[in-house]
């Protein structure tokens, strides 16, 4: 198959039209959000879904994140307690994936066999409007094959899934670059599953507690924190001081960092937006060893460390074909 390049820059209209016909037949179209590509397929189509996983080499444990362009469709798919709601209210359209009580219909490959659905509204006007235009709402995870870093570029779908999916409609880089922050209401209190665009603060703002943290749960209720995620081919150092970059620096290393490394080596700039660009990039290039300067800027911005941490995760052998 060849991948379709639909040009959503230049041709709205079109790209939205072809895509949510390919959408309404059955085939894969990764599409453009606010935060990354999506691999997206209508939640009805049971052999799209299942097409999704093998496509993206996802273990069928880790469930998807289903789309919606109108925030009365969440009704559709889950039931939604009070304080979701309000959740609801304040971060949608944009980057907060909620985790809800799913509806009786929902495809249990869409949830992994769980009794819980995770829905988020985008932000970008192009996503509504392809999932308007397919009829229903798309689950859609990162287009990325699994354990890859994140596609933000048409370009990275491509290079992951050229020839084996339908189209990508390309409207340039995502703004923001990271995924969405996953949360699920629990007996009154809110759990962060996944760190992400919204952030902690903004969300305890909200709700005026403190969110349960990552650590405190039960792995079990965050299917995808239990596989191997984010990793460039080359291995990625997390140095907090300088004395530690110096000592990592080998031929063949660059520099991940906010600032002008404190070392003469070459480095790149680090940043939410385009650390996942970053890391394929080094891979393009055949980079040995990524190491990257964890100062105190970065290490306060925490889902940029929880992505950082994940590429720097060992290699086990458990994660082969993950
Ligand atoms: O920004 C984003 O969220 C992007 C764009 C495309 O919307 N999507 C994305 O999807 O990052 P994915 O599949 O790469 O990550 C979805 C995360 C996984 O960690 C998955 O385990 C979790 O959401 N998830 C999905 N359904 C869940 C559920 N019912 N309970 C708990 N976690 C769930
Ligand atoms: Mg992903």
Known sequence: MVTLHLDAVHDPAASVMKAALLLRNGLLVAIPTETVYGLAAC???????????AAKRRPVDNPLIVHIANRADVYLIAHVDALSEHLIDAFWPGALTLVLA??????????????????????????????AAAGEPLAAPSANISGRPSATTAQHVIDDFGGSIAAVVDAGACEQGIESTVIRVVDGRVML???????????????????????????????GTRHRHY?????????DTEDMLRSEAVPGTIVLSKDPPPIEIPWRRLDATTLFAELRRADDLQVNKILVHCTHA????????????MAAEPFRESDVGK
Request: proline share 5%.
């Open 231 to 239: 990793a460039p081919h080359a291995a990625v150092v997390l140095c």
């Open 102 to 131: 799913k509806k009786k219909g929902v495809s249990e490959l869409v949830t992994a066999g769980l009794d819980t659905v995770a829905v988020r509204m985008p932000s970008l006007g192009i996503t509504r409007d392809i999932i």
């Open 298 to 309: 970065v290490r306060i911005d925490e889902a940029l460390m929880n992505r950082l941490r």
């Open 43 to 53: 939640i009805s189509n049971e052999g799209a879904l299942a097409n999704v996983f």
């Open 193 to 223: 599953l996944r760190p992400g665009g919204i952030t902690r603060q903004q969300i305890e703002s909200v709700i005026g507690s403190e969110l349960l943290s990552p650590e405190a749960q039960d792995a079990r209720t965050s299917p």
